[in-house]
């Protein structure tokens, strides 16, 4: 089975904290990973993916096959950093099914 | 450059009546096509994927249907709505292994 697992529904720090949001995903082969955001009245949009291994907007996630993670973590949190953010799991190969998981609501405080 | 049109952005149907939305792509061929619904709490929900005309892969049974009658059109259907298909639905197209583009979204209540 494919799935992705977020634990966290919302998630609240302050401006200039750290943040991680969690993303577990369950598959038997070497999938591709990714990161989505939907900031408020736009459309969901790429934020990053594991294969490209790039800091967007300071976030950054690692891929760990050991414990089938990919979490998403940014050092110093911005209030513009507020948003739906969605893990996303697509099979390789021939495998053309893109999973979603549930979504962390990110909120900075000033 | 691709783009996604998805509509009607917005809709109300009245329980028992047919469905159709509309998803095209423009810029690319042999797209692979989605659609999902997007509820609180719930995340994005895969309903349906497509690799090609008339290659339609169902992951959630329920009372829709999905339909890909040209290369870079998905339509999802149903032939008599329930109330419980009120939501938020969204079409996406993605080459393999790339990023997913989404449409605007449809916001359907059925009354």
């Known amino acids: 089975a494919q799935r992705v697992t977020q634990p966290e529904k919302l998630l609240s720090v302050f401006k200039g904290a750290p943040v991680e949001l969690k993303c577990n995903y369950s598959y038997s082969g070497s999938p591709e990973l990714f990161w989505y955001v939907q900031y408020s009245r736009q459309r969901l949009q790429l934020l990053l993916r594991h294969i490209s291994r790039e800091s967007i907007k300071g976030f950054t996630a690692d891929l760990n096959k050991g414990e089938t993670s990919f979490h998403l973590k940014k050092p110093f949190a911005q209030e513009e950093d507020s948003a739906m953010y969605y893990c996303?799991?697509?099979?390789?190969?021939?495998?053309?099914?893109?999973?979603f998981g549930k979504g962390t609501l990110l909120t900075v405080n000033p | 450059s691709q783009t996604i049109h998805q509509w009607p952005a917005t809709l109300v149907q009245p329980v028992g009546s047919p469905l159709s939305l509309e998803c095209t792509v423009e810029g690319t061929s042999n797209p692979n096509l989605y659609w999902y619904r997007q509820a609180a709490g719930r995340g994005l929900q895969l309903l349906f994927y497509s690799v090609g005309i008339g290659q339609i892969s169902s992951e959630v049974p329920q009372n829709l249907s999905a339909s890909r009658p040209q290369d870079r059109q998905f339509i999802l259907s149903s032939k008599k709505l329930l109330l419980s298909d009120s939501g938020f639905y969204l079409c996406a197209w993605s080459p393999i292994g790339a990023e997913a583009f989404f449409g605007q979204g449809t916001r359907l209540t059925v009354v």
């Open positions: 996303a799991l697509q099979g390789g190969g021939s495998n053309y099914k893109l999973t």
